[in-house]
């Protein structure tokens, strides 16, 4: 890949993918958890990151707060900057995922065109993306509300709140389909773990 207008050049690796993924034992990927704000991504997020590095598997998760702390601390909530808060993240996602790490994502992600976006970014890398959609109704997230942020976002406190003031488009065809009104957080980290190896990621 060369840019002549911009006079960037892509670099190859030394390194090779399987080279990789042979030292590591088991492929790299991106996890994407997608649901409303309570669902569970962050509780499923770091089970499941706990058993996978237990099982000698490289795994990291990328949380929505934790990211908007630093490299997208210049955005906010509205829709073209949750689209770019996603272009970004599907980016790094790709970075993780190229580098043999297995890397689950926590955003809410609300816009199926924006998980559709990271999708390609990884496919278009020969790289595995499975959107887990983590679902749970409205009434069973804000009966939870972990953060306090339904009750704000009732009061009118926060503007573009999803699910009340905001869309959440559901996933259409999503690899994983979690209804954590339904399963104990074991079991959907068994669900996902269960389809990595079944795919043979890892
Ligand atoms: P999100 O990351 O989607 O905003 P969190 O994981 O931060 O959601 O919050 C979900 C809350 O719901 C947590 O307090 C968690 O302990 C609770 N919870 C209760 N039952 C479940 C379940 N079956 N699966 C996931 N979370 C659950």
């Given at each position: 890949?060369?840019?002549?207008?911009?006079?960037?050049?892509?670099?190859?690796?030394?390194?090779?993918?399987?080279a990789r993924q042979s030292a590591f034992g088991h492929k790299g990927a991106t996890i994407w958890l997608t649901g409303l704000s309570?669902?569970?991504?962050?509780?499923?997020?770091?089970?499941?990151?706990?058993?996978?590095?237990?099982?000698?598997?490289?795994?990291?998760?990328?949380?929505?707060?934790?990211?908007?702390f630093g490299l997208n601390k210049d955005l906010g909530f509205s829709a073209s900057d949750r689209t770019e808060n996603i272009r970004?993240?599907?980016?790094?996602?790709?970075?993780?995922?190229?580098?043999?790490?297995?890397c689950i994502a926590c955003f809410i992600s609300p816009y199926v065109a924006d998980r559709d976006q990271a999708r390609a970014i990884?496919?278009?890398?020969?790289?595995?993306?499975?959107?887990?959609?983590?679902?749970?109704?409205?009434?069973?997230?804000?009966?939870?509300?972990?953060?306090?942020?339904?009750?704000?976002?009732?009061?009118?406190?926060?503007?573009?709140?999803?699910?009340?003031?905001?869309?959440?488009?559901?996933?259409?065809?999503?690899?994983?389909?979690?209804?954590?009104?339904?399963?104990?957080?074991?079991?959907?980290?068994?669900?996902?773990?269960?389809?990595?190896?079944?795919?043979?990621?890892?």
């Amino acid at each position: 890949m060369s840019s002549n207008d911009k006079n960037i050049t892509w670099h190859h690796s030394g390194v090779s993918r399987e080279a990789r993924q042979s030292a590591f034992g088991h492929k790299g990927a991106t996890i994407w958890l997608t649901g409303l704000s309570g669902s569970g991504k962050s509780t499923i997020a770091v089970e499941l990151e706990k058993v996978l590095f237990q099982k000698g598997i490289k795994a990291y998760i990328l949380d929505g707060d934790n990211i908007r702390f630093g490299l997208n601390k210049d955005l906010g909530f509205s829709a073209s900057d949750r689209t770019e808060n996603i272009r970004r993240i599907s980016e790094v996602c790709r970075l993780f995922a190229d580098a043999n790490i297995v890397c689950i994502a926590c955003f809410i992600s609300p816009y199926v065109a924006d998980r559709d976006q990271a999708r390609a970014i990884h496919v278009e890398s020969g790289l595995d993306f499975v959107e887990v959609f983590v679902d749970s109704s409205i009434e069973v997230a804000e009966s939870r509300d972990p953060k306090g942020l339904y009750q704000k976002a009732r009061q009118g406190l926060i503007k573009e709140f999803t699910g009340i003031s905001a869309p959440y488009e559901e996933p259409v065809k999503p690899e994983i389909h979690l209804d954590t009104g339904d399963l104990a957080v074991n079991e959907s980290v068994d669900n996902i773990v269960e389809y990595l190896t079944l795919k043979k990621i890892i």
